[in-house]
Structure formats: structure tokens, C-alpha cells
């Protein structure tokens, strides 16, 4: 008999709050250090150890970026599910199936509407617990229906990314919506409006070779990967060793990718001066 899980574990899950009985304990991915599930809620899931931001997941992000935490959450357009009728180990519809019922979305994005800095606009932002945050063409037109109500609405559009790409089982039209969500947005800014890209914890593929590059000011979570191919290919490719700290943030912030890197509990108030000075600016044609 193992006393630990035998008797002291049911004994603590009597005496712990509900929603945090079933996983009391986190392990940090980075130092390996056990966190308190209620503490760690309160760092804004940042390891207290080794200050590692771990991933947050979609609902938490909206909810970070709004004024108060309170928005409405927007509709997005239905796209047909499996256009390519694809199928790898399982069916593509089996698979999203699958996230769906796992993480409670219908795919690997939502967009909330309401206050940031006391100013309407409108927020993006991607679920990597959803298929690694992959982008077909549901993510694209939420993106595009996301860009065409600010533009109607003269709001800001913030996006933050979080994603390993575009989505293989949509072929080449997953990658349509690279050229897609671009125009978009360019429409958006040629009216004037600004666009903040925000960086998450991976940015990575289509995504950060279309739309999570063209913002009008790029902030990033300490110690994001953001990059296109990964490490050890473009490694295998060129047949050399990369620089120490290639892809994070703080490496792209001293070339010139990134403008601001910021601890999360810092990202909010960074958010609110850099959107209230954009606004400032913003006059309606």
C-alpha cells in the first residue's frame, strides 16, 4: 500500500476546495519545481520558483486583457468542418470531436468584445490546448470577422497568438488564410486603427509568418518562442549551430522583431499606455 495516495492524498482532497482537489499540484515544465494550484492561480499561472510563464489557457487570456475581466464574447462565422474529407490515425471530424469536447471550444480561437483602457476594442486570442493553437480556416475567418467588426466599429484589434502553425488537415486552405487575415488587418490599418500583436508562448509557423507579424507594436511574454521553422531543422538545414536564446523573445526584442517584452503581470498595464497613446491619435474619416 502507498500511504501517500492511499491516505494522506483522500484525506487532503476532503479538506481542499473543489476545484482544485482533482489536480492540487502542478509541476513547473521548466525547473520541475511542485506549485500550489491555488498560488499558482494567483502568479497568473508564473512559476514562483524560476518565474517560467507557463501556457494560459484562452478563456484566462481574454479575461487578463479586458478591463475588470469582462467582455462578451464574440460569434464567429461556421466554416465547414472538413472541406479535404482528411484522415491520418483518425478522421479530422473524430479529431475535432475530440478538442472539442476537451477544451469546451469549437476551435483554436475566440474573440471577446469590450473595454481595454476604458477604450471598445476588440480581442483576439488562440487556444494552443486546441490542436497546438493550429490555424485552418475557422481560425482565419475569426480572424477576418474579428478585423472587419473593428474596422466597422473604428476598434482597436489586439491579437494574441499562441499557435504551432497552419493546420495539416486543411491543406493549402489553412494556408490561404496567411494572405487572408493579412489583407484584413492592412484594411484595418489603413483606416487608421491600430493593430497591437501580442506574442504568447509558441508563435510559431503561418501564424508568425502572416498576421502575428504585420502589428503596429509587437509585445511579448518573457520567454516566448517565436519563430517560424523550429530549432533543429533550420539547425539540419543550414549546418550550423544557433546562437544561445535563438527564437525567444528577448533575442527578438535585440534584433529588432519585438518591441516590448514583459513579465505577465505586467501586460495588462503595458497593454493600456500603449493602446491609449495609439488612440490618441485615431480620428474618425
Same mark, same amino acid.
Given at each position: 500500500?502507498?500511504?501517500?495516495?492511499?491516505?494522506?492524498?483522500?484525506?487532503?482532497?476532503?479538506?481542499?476546495?473543489?476545484?482544485?482537489?482533482? &489536480?492540487?499540484?502542478?509541476?513547473?515544465?521548466?525547473?520541475?519545481?511542485?506549485?500550489?494550484?491555488?498560488?499558482?492561480?494567483?502568479?497568473? @499561472?508564473?512559476?514562483?520558483?524560476?518565474?517560467?510563464?507557463?501556457?494560459?489557457?484562452?478563456?484566462?487570456?481574454?479575461?487578463?486583457?479586458?478591463?475588470?475581466?469582462?467582455?462578451?464574447?464574440?460569434? *464567429?462565422?461556421?466554416?465547414?468542418?472538413?472541406? *479535404?474529407? !482528411?484522415? =491520418?490515425?483518425?478522421?479530422?471530424? &473524430?479529431?475535432?470531436?475530440?478538442?472539442?469536447?476537451?477544451?469546451?471550444? *469549437?476551435?483554436?480561437?475566440?474573440?471577446?468584445?469590450?473595454?481595454?483602457?476604458? $477604450? =471598445?476594442?476588440?480581442?483576439?486570442?488562440? =487556444? /494552443?490546448?486546441?490542436?497546438?493553437?493550429?490555424?485552418?480556416?475557422?481560425?482565419?475567418?475569426?480572424?477576418?470577422? #474579428?478585423?472587419?467588426?473593428? @474596422?466597422?466599429?473604428?476598434?482597436?484589434?489586439?491579437?494574441?497568438?499562441?499557435?504551432?502553425?497552419?493546420?495539416?488537415?486543411?491543406?493549402?486552405?489553412? *494556408?490561404?488564410?496567411?494572405?487572408?487575415?493579412?489583407? #484584413? $488587418?492592412?484594411?484595418?490599418?489603413?483606416?487608421?486603427?491600430?493593430?497591437?500583436?501580442?506574442?504568447?508562448?509558441?508563435?510559431?509557423?503561418?501564424?508568425?509568418?502572416?498576421?502575428?507579424?504585420?502589428?503596429? $507594436?509587437?509585445?511579448?511574454?518573457?520567454?516566448?518562442?517565436?519563430? !517560424?521553422?523550429?530549432?533543429?531543422?533550420?539547425?539540419?538545414?543550414?549546418?550550423?549551430?544557433?546562437?544561445?536564446? /535563438?527564437?525567444?523573445?528577448?533575442?527578438?526584442?535585440?534584433?529588432?522583431?519585438?518591441? $516590448?517584452?514583459?513579465?505577465?503581470?505586467?501586460?495588462?498595464?503595458?497593454?493600456d499606455k500603449v493602446l491609449s497613446m495609439?488612440? #490618441?491619435?485615431?480620428?474618425?474619416?
Amino acid at each position: 500500500m502507498n500511504w501517500l495516495t492511499d491516505i494522506v492524498r483522500p484525506k487532503i482532497k476532503k479538506t481542499t476546495p473543489k476545484e482544485i482537489a482533482d &489536480d492540487l499540484w502542478v509541476k513547473c515544465p521548466e525547473c520541475g519545481q511542485m506549485l500550489f494550484s491555488k498560488e499558482l492561480k494567483q502568479s497568473l @499561472y508564473v512559476c514562483t520558483k524560476c518565474n517560467h510563464h507557463l501556457r494560459l489557457y484562452v478563456d484566462k487570456r481574454l479575461k487578463q486583457l479586458f478591463d475588470n475581466g469582462i467582455y462578451s464574447e464574440m460569434v *464567429l462565422p461556421q466554416v465547414k468542418e472538413d472541406p *479535404l474529407k !482528411f484522415k =491520418d490515425t483518425q478522421r479530422y471530424t &473524430d479529431r475535432l470531436k475530440v478538442y472539442r469536447k476537451k477544451t469546451g471550444g *469549437l476551435d483554436a480561437i475566440k474573440v471577446g468584445l469590450g473595454k481595454v483602457s476604458d $477604450i =471598445d476594442s476588440v480581442v483576439v486570442a488562440m =487556444d /494552443f490546448s486546441f490542436m497546438g493553437g493550429s490555424m485552418g480556416t475557422a481560425v482565419g475567418e475569426g480572424i477576418v470577422a #474579428a478585423a472587419e467588426y473593428a @474596422y466597422e466599429h473604428n476598434c482597436p484589434l489586439i491579437i494574441a497568438s499562441a499557435s504551432g502553425g497552419a493546420r495539416m488537415q486543411e491543406g493549402m486552405l489553412s *494556408l490561404m488564410q496567411m494572405a487572408r487575415t493579412t489583407a #484584413a $488587418i492592412n484594411r484595418l490599418k489603413e483606416k487608421g486603427l491600430p493593430y497591437i500583436s501580442i506574442f504568447t508562448d509558441p508563435t510559431t509557423g503561418g501564424v508568425s509568418a502572416s498576421f502575428a507579424m504585420i502589428g503596429d $507594436i509587437h509585445i511579448a511574454e518573457r520567454g516566448s518562442l517565436i519563430g !517560424f521553422a523550429g530549432k533543429r531543422v533550420i539547425e539540419q538545414t543550414i549546418r550550423e549551430k544557433l546562437p544561445e536564446g /535563438f527564437q525567444t523573445a528577448e533575442y527578438l526584442k535585440e534584433h529588432g522583431m519585438v518591441d $516590448i517584452v514583459v513579465e505577465r503581470k505586467d501586460l495588462k498595464g503595458t497593454l493600456d499606455k500603449v493602446l491609449s497613446m495609439l488612440m #490618441a491619435n485615431f480620428k474618425v474619416a
